[in-house]
């Protein structure tokens, strides 16, 4: 059995935890939710250490343990907030995309093979920042759903279901905002150090990437949507539903990026 099938497993029972929590929200339910994913965090930890160890760097390198990196971010940074605030019920809306993103790194092992070319500390502050960017668009485009689907609610005057579980519309718009402008920052870093990157082995003739690249295309639309959502919630006082729609939105490209770009319409790009 591929070793990135334990955390697989492990976040599928936490998934049903969490469904089971925002179904029923007693102390019990929400402590075994919790508990199965922290779980799935340290099984996943183990298994990146292991391919850090063998591979002898963090493996970023390649398109699937890009993947599996990323879902371990993504986890780690949702545990921050559920920790920090006490508020469980995004989980029902963010390990359903764990449980799916880290089926393709347990469908796929793959031995990590860098490239010398892969070197440097550019190539590292690229990659890395990139993933916590997303990371955050992630807990974003959640906290944009939640917001809508609260929104209905209160809207038809149906105070039920998601209204009793979910937090103010207030909350989630503030968590919503400061979401998308960490993804934002380190989106920015991401793609500032890749060219100083890209600039540099394009000086030693290694590797020439250009803007024409469908995954440099992609992330710099990203930028554009989230930069776009920056301004308008600033200058024109677009928040609330119009920014949820936004974070959602935007999201898909990043998705789009993450998975079938990076498999299908890119060879030289694959990280």
Partial sequence: MPMNSIPLALYAVACVRYAMQFSRRTFDTSRAASTWLVLAMLAHTFIIGMETMRAGHLPVAGATSAISTFVWLLALSYLYIEFTTGERSMGVFIL?????????????P????RSPLLEGVWFGVHVSSLLFAYASFALACVLGITYVLQF?????KELGFFYERLPSLQVLDEMNLRAVKIGWLFLTVG???????AS??????????SVADPKIFVALLCWGVYSFELYAQRAIGWRGRRAAWLSAGGFGFVLLNVVPVSYLFTTSHTF
């Fill in 96 to 108: 359903p995309l764990l449980v799916a993103l880290q089926a393709i790194p347990a469908a796929r």
């Fill in 110 to 113: 793959m031995l990590e093979e």
């Fill in 152 to 156: 209905k609610e209160i809207k038809t």
């Fill in 191 to 197: 793609l500032i150090s890749g060219a100083i990157w």
């Fill in 200 to 209: 540099q082995l394009r000086a030693t003739g290694d590797l020439f990437m």
